[in-house]
């Protein structure tokens, strides 16, 4: 007897597409077939699309995010968009405190996390201070413990790291057989046009994407290339925004390097010209990189269509928009340089990649599934218990009406932001129901599951380290 038995729908891997019903038992996937005999629950697919639920190896939480700037989501509102979406498991980062232990910040995200979640989650690290004591004992004993990944950044007050200290992590990384994940801008172009543009009494929202212009994002990207290839550690370039930095990668992967890229559904569906709003609605879209122009979104598509980036994530990281302690930053800091950076979009970056990707024809579904769901749980250690359909995989499972039709709101993601970058857009095909460990978290549209059901999972070293 299964526990449940998810009949007559149409599966889809990263590899492959094949109709069967689907037996689970005591969370995992026990049985692929037909005539799966008697099951407590059965769940009818019948004309609907059964993908492995979504993984989004790219989501803030909870992170502290300057003076006075408070985070939108917290792990329960975060997680809960994130299901609503059709994701399984999101993978946050724990940033260190500048002069706090790292093991101390760690602590810290799990106490906010604990009997909060929705989706299974796992962190990543984000390295801003790499002192002797974390490059020498924390970073090693973190990577042993299961933290298999860490982001580092080459540009941000309090987070830049230097060259030197680059290769220092790297280093570490080599040792530990670790993946180090890079924001990849350059610092100094960005301080220098920031000043500028104040100086000029340029400090409307609109100027951010200038301040960040596609060079200081290509330049970087082949300078982390080059560290990382020096150093011998795989690297995944999160967040690329355009056609220069992609042709980085690309150039660095038929070399042999073991280079990775991101994209997320900013890149590929907004534009710089959503920064010039009234007032200050420009803000909404303020992230970095920023969105950049139709050309950029075009070589966007052919990075995810040709294999150069392997992983498709949100970037979630949501302020509410009319807030003080959000976008709506405090008077007298009123220059685009105070908007904090970042906007939500956990619970929309699936229907967006199935409705402008799978059902416009740019991409077909196998590649779907690789890019939110196979190649995140490759590269971060999880695969094959996250990831895939397949006996013995955990029952992850999201279970997609590809016809139906809906304008986007809001109000249909349910996280804590008080707005989406996306408003409007015309989505066809939506996540209905959705299992995480064989577990209805969302049926038929509707939020079933109690938080607390997601679990915190340690991760393996990379498949790529
Ligand atoms: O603007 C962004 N992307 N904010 C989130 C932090 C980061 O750099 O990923
Ligand atoms: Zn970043
Ligand atoms: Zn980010």
């Given at each position: 007897m299964f526990d449940t038995v998810i009949r007559g729908g149409r599966i889809s891997t990263a590899a492959d597409t094949f109709s069967c019903d689907i037996g689970i038992s005591d969370g995992r996937i026990a049985a692929l077939g037909t005539d799966l005999g008697p099951a407590r629950e059965v769940i009818d697919a019948t004309g609907r699309w059964v993908l492995p639920g979504g993984i989004d190896s790219h989501v803030h939480i909870s992170q502290p995010s300057g003076e006075g700037i408070v985070m939108a989501d917290d792990f329960e509102s975060a997680t809960r968009s994130a299901v609503i979406g059709g994701n399984t498991t999101v993978l946050p980062f724990c940033l260190q405190e500048s002069g706090a232990s790292l093991r101390e910040s760690v602590q810290a995200y799990h106490a906010k996390a604990e009997g909060q979640c929705y989706t299974d989650i796992s962190f990543h690290l984000i390295i801003s201070d790499p002192t002797a004591q974390v490059l020498g004992q924390e970073l090693p004993a973190l990577v042993r413990d299961g933290y298999t990944s860490f982001k580092v950044f080459m540009t941000y007050e309090g987070l830049a790291l230097n060259d030197r200290q680059m290769l220092e992590v790297m280093a570490v990384a080599r040792e530990t057989r670790a993946l180090v994940m890079v924001h990849a801008e350059n610092y100094d172009i960005i301080r220098f046009l920031t000043d500028r543009f104040e100086a000029d009494g340029k400090t409307a929202p609109k100027f951010h994407a200038p301040s960040r212009p596609v060079i200081a994002e290509r330049e970087a990207t082949h300078r982390a290339i080059s560290l990382a290839e020096l150093s011998d550690v795989p690297l995944m370039v999160v967040h690329v925004s355009n056609r220069e930095a992609m042709e980085e990668i690309r150039r660095a992967r038929q070399r042999g390097l073991k280079i990775f890229g991101e994209t997320c559904p900013q890149y590929l569906?907004?534009?710089?010209?959503?920064?010039?709003?009234?007032?200050?609605?420009g803000a909404k879209y303020v992230c970095s990189p920023p969105p950049r122009d139709l050309a950029s979104q075009q070589a966007c598509w052919e990075g995810l269509q040709q294999g150069v980036f392997s992983v498709f994530s949100s970037d979630h990281c949501p302020f509410r928009y009319d807030d003080p302690q959000g976008k709506l930053v405090p008077k007298g800091r009123s220059s685009f340089r105070w908007v904090p950076n970042g906007i939500p979009g956990v619970g929309a970056r699936l229907p967006i990649l199935f409705s402008e990707g799978v059902m416009k024809g740019r991409i077909d579904i196998n590649r779907f599934v690789a890019l939110t769901a196979t190649n995140h749980a490759r590269t971060y250690g999880l695969y094959p218990r996250k990831g895939t359909v397949a006996v013995g995989a955990d029952a992850d499972l999201a279970i997609w009406d590809p016809e139906r039709r809906q304008t986007l709101t809001h109000d249909m993601l349910q996280d804590g932001s008080d707005y989406t970058p996306y408003e409007g857009l015309e989505i066809t095909g939506w996540p209905m129901t959705t299992l995480v460990r064989g577990r209805v978290m969302v049926r038929d549209g509707a939020l079933e599951g109690t938080k607390g059901s997601g679990i915190y999972l340690p991760r393996d070293i990379s498949a790529y380290a």
């Open positions: 569906v907004l534009t710089e010209g959503d920064l010039d709003g009234l007032d200050m609605e």
